[in-house]
């Protein structure tokens, strides 16, 4: 039975900032936030059925529909800015922690030798992948993600957890002091906004040859699949990170995260930490800035082909963008965080647009319930964002 592209979809949330950003949110609040991953995920479920209802049923990746839903001049202006902000704005960001993550993997690997020209090759390699597409290198990558988030699951099961607190933080949702922007980093990090381009245009193309609400109810099953699973995989490295004690003067590099899998990986931890780290970086580096070339190709109605020189343009320009912000000297572990927390705030307005080319849809019926779901989570995300906002605000003392 065929279940559509909703794995892609869970390997790409699944990068490096999902480990770290998990991770530290366990370290600081322990089980508290676990919560806010169970919304996220669900979140995701809404809104990535949206996303592929689009490809699937009205043959449109989500850039077309903005193209042909916004003809005022006016409006395009503003669709077409938002777009740009949300998806090649936010992928260079996202590609920034991408790489950095790849970069603190052989960092970890090599005990601290990693020079800056790393960062620059890492982009090299990245950058091969995208114009050669190296389907076996990327699976072998996969691989070795997958074994890592196998071994999150299993230090879950045999560290010292306390489950009381682990499923009070699973199912009653409060926010710690000081825990704003890790929510919507946890959000963020989830809910990913190029996702729901990323999805429409992979589904479209998966379905081809079967544009119907079957294959859309297929679809969904898939993701009824491994969404949860990625979901599992997150809560797993959140708790892990409950567990886990610091060391003295708390977590300031990815390299303090390492002996986090201990439990199972045991001397090779921080072996195991550092190349599914690399995996987890070069895997979402690849998939960032196609899913930017994508979007933006449809909103401007350019050539479906690969080849086509913009199309390049874009990808090469995120990929860039991203290794420029990546040989800047911060800390990859700020920088990473921060890019989840600033999808959590683009969010909104992308899942609000495609909540309302959902609705206006013709193809296929939608209870009014499913539709009001995916309006709470359009709400819910904006709340979210405006208190980032309130609380950014306070700390600049504005």
């Not at 794995?7 to 770290?20: D, E, K, M, N, R």
């Not at 996303?51 to 989500?62: D, F, P, Q, T």
């Not at 009001?372 to 600049?396: F, P």
Request: with cysteine; aromatic share 10%.
């Amino acid at each position: 039975m065929k279940l559509g592209t909703s794995s892609v979809i869970v390997a790409a949330f699944v990068g490096p900032g999902t480990v770290l950003t998990c991770a530290t949110a366990g370290i600081e609040f322990e089980y508290a936030l676990s919560w806010v991953l169970v919304f996220s995920v669900a979140a995701t479920f809404v809104l990535q059925s949206f996303s592929a209802g689009a490809g699937i049923l009205a043959r449109k990746g989500v850039g077309e529909a903005m193209r042909e839903a916004a003809q005022h001049p006016a409006t395009r202006t503003l669709v077409f800015v938002l777009v740009i902000l949300g998806l090649w704005a936010g992928t260079a960001t996202f590609q920034t922690g991408n790489l950095l993550g790849a970069t603190a993997g052989l960092d970890s690997l090599s005990g601290g030798r990693v020079t800056q020209s790393t960062t620059l090759l890492l982009g090299a390699v990245a950058a091969t992948i995208l114009a050669l597409n190296l389907r076996i290198l990327t699976q072998i990558l996969t691989g070795l993600v997958a074994l890592m988030s196998a071994v999150f699951i299993a230090t879950m099961f045999l560290a010292p957890v306390n489950w009381e607190a682990a499923l009070s933080g699973l199912f009653v949702p409060r926010l710690p002091l000081n825990s704003v922007v890790r929510t919507m980093a946890l959000v963020g990090t989830t809910v990913v906004t190029y996702n729901l381009f990323l999805h429409a245009s992979a589904a479209k193309k998966y379905w081809e040859d079967e544009p119907t609400p079957k294959a859309w109810r297929r679809e969904m099953t898939g993701m009824a699949i491994f969404l949860p699973l990625g979901g599992f995989i997150s809560v797993a490295i959140l708790i892990a990170g409950a567990t886990f004690a610091p060391p003295e003067g708390g977590v300031t590099s990815i390299a303090d995260i390492a002996p986090i899998i201990e439990p199972v990986a045991g001397n090779a931890a921080r072996l195991l930490f550092g190349l599914g780290l690399f995996a987890a970086g070069i895997t979402s580096a690849v998939t960032a800035p196609l899913a930017a070339a994508f979007g933006i190709r449809e909103i401007f109605d350019w050539p479906d082909e690969a080849s086509d020189w913009r199309f390049r343009a874009i990808w090469i320009s995120v990929l860039l963008t991203g290794l420029g912000f990546a040989l800047a000297g911060r800390n990859p572990l700020e920088i990473i965080i921060a890019a989840q927390a600033a999808n959590g705030l683009l969010l909104p307005f992308m899942a609000g647009f495609v909540l309302l080319l959902t609705a206006r849809q013709r193809e296929v019926t939608l209870p009014a319930w499913y539709k009001a779901v995916g309006a709470v989570v359009v709400m819910i995300t904006a709340g979210l964002g405006l208190r980032t906002l309130v609380w950014v605000w306070r700390q600049l003392g504005l």
